[in-house]
RNA sequence: GCGGGCGUGGUGGAACGGUAGACACAAGCGACUUAAAAUCGCUAGAGCGUAGCUCGUGCGGGUUCGACUCCCGCCGCCCGCACCA
């Protein structure tokens, strides 16, 4: 008899995939098509467990979709341009070219062994020339399409290192590597569009049924419609060619409730009065440290400069409110301006606190002045209505929802009594109606800035010239490459800022309009762009153009596409926008505006960490391999027990990693591919650990032996046939039904229990052959090396692989008696076993007849009794 | 800080508002073996007065005949916050 041995069959059964071609993608109309797609890796150099499982799922289904009778693309690639390549160069020398696709290389000889089922021949990286040529093309269009444009925006900056600093390298407000104060300074740069479609891409947010409704909702807050007024302060006493502050605000009902106005320390009026005041210079520059994450601005602490300025309040003219310069508040906002109504904000009654400003109450709780209620307002007044908020809880803004009924003592317009919502509707059409602003739509999803000051990215195909401005290059003269060295001599990385900058001989060329002596623009494109339309590109990965409409119109949309939750906004959004530019600029077909019919977002691979302390106290961190095991408890080589911390996310600091290849080498592939399936729902995180692994193993070889022992079995056809295949039956529909909904762990559980019943069954070969041959075919997704060797040895013709999927026959599904159990008092007390299809009046006789029911009923009737058919009864008494 | 999610035995987890703990891991006991490994079988939420009863799904309330599931308020952890990918 054979033995389990992946690292044979796993070869050999990859090998006969290959030979046959199964998994190329080719063009069928005749055919339903099934596009399924991972979202691609970033080429570090190694792939980790999290690599596998998201592949595994992407391959479960592939193959699954295959066996269904669907045409499958599954393609791979990789998101090849980005920060990491060029820190190695920064780091260690060589070149970010050689380094991307030397692990490029890496990973694919990784990624081969696991027998995923992917068209290898469509595999592209980002930083082909190639694909970021036609990205470039793609660029082109849309600036003809008018969907790109020139602006300014926010970035950081490194004063020592003079140049721009990505969020991650600001650390605590510092740069990473010179560990000076970073500024927020303003930066000319290009922008997609993306706004424009703010409205659409919220509303299309309803059409996708197939997408976790989390990802629509934090999509929805990002994109963040908001209905509000814009109006203007006229200002007391003009400064130069300002005489008013035009602001912007979701709660106009809060006018009443004013304190002062804050300015973002670039908006228009602040910059005027820095450039003769030295005090408002100098907090300009101070608003201006920090970096430009809304995290940061959040957290920082607020500060205010007094500009000594006032305004007039629209509704009262005689009320002036002081002009603030304040850190929290960025021009690329709205107006670049509010009003702060402290009473009602928490953000506002910390500055206001900070800097003793008023706090005017505009509405109180309901139950406001109820001895039993909270106690809102105490204090002085201003026209004989209350400001202070209560000094016990003083520091605590009254923030009720917007649903929410308050009454308003200083409200302007609607009812006393009514909802935020209400309120606010009701101060648009007052303020509109006296003349103060209009309301407006406004939506805080911001414009795309796509410019990046780095080497590794798509150069940004534009040319500056003296005379005719900014030029787009001509498509001729595309791709336009990034060069690898500095004419023989190798470009220096160990320098900060972007390498193209200081390279004249790539960055002058000859201007695409009028010929004179020009410079290319040394921006590259920001990642998130090489990521917004390779999804496009797989359907024709070596086309001239962008797309081949032939192909994308057949190949179109994403069928199911699976990545991480991390991605759930920024990079799904501006892929939603890409497909619509692409549609527009007649690269995709209109259905294709959408362009992931389903969507699934899975959860990460933990691993336990183990950690000794050193003498100070300070952890240390062991690698699982140096860790063994007694009674549940982890020791290392000298005795010293570690304390284990269980599904902490895998970080090399830590150690708690597991390496794919070795995983491989001991167990093989299939083992893997099982494993990061079987013990959590996809969409959680799975804890990797090497006693689960071990034991899916040992499962596999388990199946393996019971189905070698069945293929040499010879016992004729007896009474326990029947029961076997009804069991069967159940568990193709069980596990297709797993499948089908991603609970890949529930179907495998189902397998467990099925090997187990095939195990101890009686029946004769025939039936335990055919019962381990649908087996075999059912885990086929998950371990397709081992149902391939199966199926061989239990009379399979062809591959696996290519096998219809087995139907589950709905006669040998249902059951002719149901046990229903009996509660007294929502508890379970005891079942009965009653027919299917017994009527309602008969249950309640047998349910009342129970002992224990009997019991609980002492002499009295039920208080009541409920029965669900075929599901539970509820006695109450 | 803001937005989104998650929380169930020693462990991973299962459970259309209807028997909480399927299926596994770890553990214990047994069979086989000279022995071990492998394999096979059995036990198992906690507690108690153990034919049975009580408690039990992060904490505190609520809705319901019935709540892990729905609602409100907390606590803890995870993800995102526009230049990480």
Request: contains cysteine; charged residues 25%.
């Amino acid at each position: 008899m054979s033995r389990y041995s992946p690292a044979e069959i796993e070869a050999k059964w990859q090998a006969a995939w290959d030979a046959a071609g199964t998994f190329t993608a080719r063009r069928d109309p005749g055919k339903p098509k099934y596009y399924v797609l991972e979202m691609f890796p970033y080429p570090s150099g190694r792939i980790h467990i999290g690599h596998v499982r998201n592949y595994t799922m992407g391959d479960v289904i592939a193959r699954y979709k295959l066996a269904t009778g669907h045409n499958v693309l599954h393609p791979m690639g990789f998101d090849a341009f980005g920060m990491p390549a060029e820190n190695a160069a920064m780091a260690s020398g060589g070149h970010p070219r050689d380094w991307t696709y030397g692990n490029i290389d890496d990973m694919v000889a990784q990624m081969k062994p696991l027998g995923f089922g992917l068209d290898w021949s469509r595999m592209f990286a980002t930083c082909d020339p190639e694909y970021y040529g036609q990205q470039q093309a793609l660029f082109l269009d849309f600036l003809q399409a008018g969907l790109v444009e020139r602006k300014n925006a926010t970035v950081n900056w490194d004063p020592v290192d003079r140049t721009v600093l990505a969020n991650e390298q600001v650390i605590d407000g510092k740069g990473w590597r010179s560990g000076a104060e970073v500024e927020r300074r303003e930066l000319t740069q290009w922008f997609f569009k993306i706004s424009d479609f703010s409205e659409e891409l919220l509303e299309a947010l309803d059409t996708l049924d197939d997408w976790p409704a989390k990802v629509r909702l934090m999509q929805s807050n990002w994109i963040g419609k908001s209905r509000g007024l814009q109006f203007s302060f006229s200002m007391v006493a003009p400064q130069g060619a300002h005489d008013r502050i035009e602001v912007y605000t979701t709660r106009p009902d809060t006018l009443m409730g004013a304190s002062f106005i804050g300015i973002s320390p670039d908006h228009p009026l602040a910059k005027e009065l820095e450039r003769d005041n030295a005090e408002v210079a100098a907090f300009c520059k101070q608003a201006r440290q920090g970096g430009t994450t809304e995290e940061a601005l959040e957290k920082a602490e607020k500060l205010g400069f007094d500009t000594g300025l006032t305004v007039r309040h629209p509704f009262d003219t005689a009320w002036e409110l002081p002009v603030y310069i304040a850190n929290f508040i960025l021009m690329d906002y709205g107006t670049g301006a509010i009003f702060g109504c402290p009473a009602h904000d928490q953000r506002d009654l910390d500055f206001a606190r900070k800097y003793d400003l008023p706090t005017p109450l505009v509405f109180t709780d309901l139950r406001a002045g109820d001895p039993a209620g909270p106690e809102i307002y105490s204090g002085g007044s201003i026209g004989g209505l209350p400001v202070t908020v209560n000094p016990e809880t003083g520091d605590k803004a009254f923030v009720p929802g917007k649903s929410e009924r308050v009454r308003y003592i200083r409200g302007f317009a609607g009812d006393e009594v009514q909802t935020g919502d209400e309120a606010v509707e009701a101060a648009i059409a007052a303020c509109e109606s006296q003349g103060v602003g209009r309301g407006v739509t406004q939506f805080r999803l911001r414009d795309w800035g796509l410019s990046r000051q780095r080497y590794w990215g798509c150069p940004i195909p534009v040319v500056h010239c003296e005379a005719c401005g900014v030029v787009p290059e001509r498509k001729d003269n595309l791709p336009i490459e990034l060069p690898y060295d500095e004419d023989g001599t190798p470009i220096d990385f160990s320098v900060p800022g972007n390498p193209l900058d200081r390279h004249p001989s790539w960055r002058d060329c000859a201007c695409p309009a009028c010929g004179a002596p020009a410079q290319r623009e040394t921006d590259t494109m920001d990642t998130f762009v090489d990521s917004s339309w390779y999804f496009a590109r797989f359907t024709a990965p070596r086309a001239t153009t962008p797309t081949d409409r032939a192909e994308a119109d057949y190949w179109m949309n994403v069928d199911q596409y699976i990545g991480g939750i991390e991605h759930a906004i920024l990079h799904l959004l501006y892929s939603r926008f890409f497909a619509r530019a692409m549609h527009i600029t007649g690269h995709l077909p209109e259905k294709s505006k959408e362009p992931f019919n389903a969507l699934f977002t899975q959860g990460m691979v933990t691993h336990a960490i183990f950690q000794t302390r050193d003498a100070g106290g300070r952890p240390v961190y062991h690698y699982p391999a140096d860790v063994a095991f007694r009674d549940g408890k982890g020791f290392l080589e000298d005795g010293t027990e570690v304390e284990i911390i269980p599904s902490a996310k895998m970080s090399k600091s830590k150690k708690n990693v597991v390496d794919p290849e070795r995983i491989i080498a001991t167990y093989g592939a299939d083992t893997a591919r099982w494993f990061v399936l079987s013990d959590s729902p996809p969409e959680r995180d799975v804890e990797w650990t090497a006693s689960g692994a071990e034991a899916a193993n040992r499962h596999l070889a388990r199946v393996h032996r019971i189905a070698s022992d069945i293929a040499q079995a010879d016992t004729p056809a007896n009474a326990d046939d029947d029961a076997l295949l009804k069991e069967m039956h159940k568990t193709i529909f069980d596990v297709t039904q797993g499948i089908d909904s991603f609970g890949f762990n529930a179907s495998i559980a189902r397998l467990y229990a099925f090997t187990n019943v095939l195990q101890k069954s009686k029946a004769g070969a025939e039936a335990k052959r055919r019962a381990a041959r649908v087996l075999a075919q059912l885990m086929s997704p998950m371990t397709p090396h081992l149902s391939e060797e199966l199926w061989a040895m239990l009379g399979g013709t062809g591959l696996i692989a290519e096998q219809p999927w087995p139907e589950a026959d709905a006669a040998m599904l249902v059951e002719d008696t149901v046990t229903m159990p009996i509660q007294i008092n929502g508890k379970r007390r005891a079942e009965i076993e009653v027919p299917k299809d017994l009527p309602k009046d008969e249950v309640e006789k047998l349910a009342l007849a129970e002992d224990a029911v009997q019991r609980a009923l002492g002499d009295g009737p039920p208080k009541k009794l409920i029965v669900v058919p075929g599901r539970i009864v509820n006695v109450v008494v």
